[in-house]
């Protein structure tokens, strides 16, 4: 199973949750009282699939965002209110500065996908384009999360391939292994379990990111021949992107769930099946250096 397949997966799961709480909680007002521009009364004669104005909102639709049902622009900017909700936009106010949030937790990108797509009509389980929109929108939430969790690689120190510069270099990178890897998969696998519990706090997962933090700048001070210069950049980035999902972990553990919940689900990739890589192409990479020992 590929790391994205079981990303995708805690995507929909969420999503699961998310649209039975988001969508129900979204459709009806939060102050509990309709707009004025439609009254109780009237509000109770639409069907669902009523749209006055023509704008690609039902009427009920124009309740959610509290728009007016029987004008196509409700902000006269030229764009429909259809159009401005399924572009992230604000409806009910003019652009330039009509964006919907745009620096929302990852959690509320998903429900306003989801709640975009259910009014669209492409999320509704009768909908032919229900799996394609679904998909679509697992796409959307990985590639933000990616998107959100940048790091800094830094520059190796590379020196001449040489009969001591190889011997060094495979000595500090077994110590590494051992020292700086090793630990780091620890504390990833100590967080998991603690996470299970409920017992995690955020100063442990921050503990853990300053730790890695700490190995992946030892790592990078070590000098490395030339040859060896893009096996040990991958060993460093595995390392960086561990820390980097751990400071997301911590950042989002309070105010968005879904992207903690990725960045956990991730980091137990990252440790699992990140380092079998990394360490299965150390090993190449010493052999193709110095030749497969004999009798193995």
């Not at 109780?40 to 039902?58: A, P, Q, W």
């Not at 797509?117 to 679904?134: F, R, W």
């Not at 990111?209 to 595995?238: C, F």
């Given at each position: 199973m590929s790391g994205k397949f079981k990303l995708a997966l805690v995507v929909l799961a969420f999503a699961a949750l998310v649209s039975v709480s988001s969508l129900l909680s979204s459709l009806s007002p939060s102050d509990g009282r309709l707009p004025a521009t439609i009254s109780e009364e009237k509000f109770r004669t639409f069907s669902l699939l009523d749209d006055e104005d023509g704008d690609g909102l039902s009427n009920r639709d124009e309740n959610i965002w509290r728009t007016n049902w029987q004008n196509p622009d409700t902000d006269g900017d030229g764009y429909s209110d259809g159009e401005e909700v399924l572009s992230g936009h604000d409806p009910t106010k003019r652009g330039p500065d009509d964006l919907l949030n745009s620096d929302r937790s990852l959690t509320e990108r998903m429900s306003s996908l989801l709640l975009g797509g259910y009014i669209k009509g492409d999320l509704k389980p009768e909908s032919s384009q229900y799996d394609t929109a679904l998909a679509a929108i697992v796409d959307e939430i990985f590639n933000e999360h990616e998107r959100r969790n940048t790091f800094i690689v830094e520059q190796l120190e590379i020196v001449e391939v040489?009969?001591?510069?190889?011997?060094?270099?495979?000595?500090?990178?077994?110590?590494?292994?051992?020292?700086?890897?090793?630990?780091?998969?620890?504390?990833?696998?100590?967080?998991?379990?603690?996470?299970?519990?409920?017992?995690?706090?955020?100063?442990?997962?921050?503990?853990?990111?300053?730790?890695?933090?700490?190995?992946?700048?030892?790592?990078?001070?070590?000098?490395?021949?030339?040859?060896?210069?893009?096996?040990?950049?991958?060993?460093?980035?595995?390392?960086?992107?561990?820390?980097?999902?751990?400071?997301?972990?911590?950042?989002?553990?309070?105010?968005?769930?879904?992207?903690?919940?990725?960045?956990?689900?991730?980091?137990?990739?990252?440790?699992?099946?990140?380092?079998?890589?990394?360490?299965?192409?150390?090993?190449?990479?010493?052999?193709?250096?110095?030749?497969?020992?004999?009798?193995?």
């Amino acid at each position: 199973m590929s790391g994205k397949f079981k990303l995708a997966l805690v995507v929909l799961a969420f999503a699961a949750l998310v649209s039975v709480s988001s969508l129900l909680s979204s459709l009806s007002p939060s102050d509990g009282r309709l707009p004025a521009t439609i009254s109780e009364e009237k509000f109770r004669t639409f069907s669902l699939l009523d749209d006055e104005d023509g704008d690609g909102l039902s009427n009920r639709d124009e309740n959610i965002w509290r728009t007016n049902w029987q004008n196509p622009d409700t902000d006269g900017d030229g764009y429909s209110d259809g159009e401005e909700v399924l572009s992230g936009h604000d409806p009910t106010k003019r652009g330039p500065d009509d964006l919907l949030n745009s620096d929302r937790s990852l959690t509320e990108r998903m429900s306003s996908l989801l709640l975009g797509g259910y009014i669209k009509g492409d999320l509704k389980p009768e909908s032919s384009q229900y799996d394609t929109a679904l998909a679509a929108i697992v796409d959307e939430i990985f590639n933000e999360h990616e998107r959100r969790n940048t790091f800094i690689v830094e520059q190796l120190e590379i020196v001449e391939v040489s009969t001591e510069s190889m011997a060094t270099y495979a000595e500090s990178t077994a110590d590494a292994l051992s020292e700086l890897f090793y630990p780091s998969g620890i504390a990833v696998y100590e967080l998991m379990q603690a996470n299970q519990r409920d017992s995690l706090s955020t100063e442990q997962i921050r503990g853990a990111a300053d730790s890695v933090d700490r190995h992946a700048a030892t790592y990078a001070a070590i000098p490395v021949p030339k040859s060896l210069g893009e096996h040990h950049r991958r060993g460093l980035t595995l390392l960086r992107m561990i820390e980097q999902e751990l400071r997301t972990w911590e950042q989002s553990e309070s105010h968005d769930p879904l992207s903690a919940t990725l960045s956990a689900t991730r980091l137990g990739i990252l440790v699992t099946d990140g380092f079998e890589l990394f360490l299965r192409s150390y090993v190449q990479a010493l052999e193709a250096e110095y030749g497969t020992p004999s009798g193995t």
